[in-house]
């Protein structure tokens, strides 16, 4: 058996660009991409916050520092610029992976710098 678990978010990204003749997928700064672990052409889920749409698609490597996420191709039409985004990606594990495994969180402020990186989400008070 093997769980499906958060291998790694980037959490509250501001879109910068949207761009619907691009060939495709999501472009992400390559210091969020280095510290969250995210690979290149890795599939990644996108939830977006500002207005609660969610697709599928794949991360390439934007500029290092550059603060660019952009949303490509057919993507495009789920997000505008200034949106707030989840970025997360998902991992196979089998139990003994699962029960030591942490995820990588990164943190961006509002130009898409790091903020802060943490290896796990706190409770969530009643």
């Known amino acids: 058996m093997h769980f499906n678990l958060l291998k790694a978010k980037i959490h ?3 879109v910068t660009r949207v761009e619907l003749d691009y060939e495709g ?6 210091n969020l991409l280095e510290a969250s672990g995210i690979l290149e052409y890795e ?3 996108i939830y977006n916050i500002t207005n609660g749409k969610r697709f ?11 603060g660019v996420i952009s949303v490509n191709g057919a993507a495009a039409h789920k997000a505008s610029e200034g949106d707030l ?3 997360a990606a ?6 003994a ?3 030591r495994h942490r995820p990588r969180l990164v943190y ?6 790091i903020e802060r990186i943490a290896g796990e989400i706190p409770v969530q008070a009643a």
């Not at 599928?56 to 500029?63: H, K, L, N, P, S």
């Open 43 to 45: 599939q990644i889920h």
């Open 25 to 30: 997928s999501c472009a992400i700064d390559g």
């Open 12 to 14: 509250r990204a501001t």
């Open 56 to 66: 599928v698609t794949y991360a390439i490597r934007a500029e290092n520092g550059s």
């Open 85 to 87: 985004v989840i970025i």
């Open 108 to 113: 961006p402020d509002g130009a898409n710098r």
């Open 90 to 95: 998902y991992a196979a594990m089998d139990p």
């Open 97 to 99: 992976e699962a029960a």
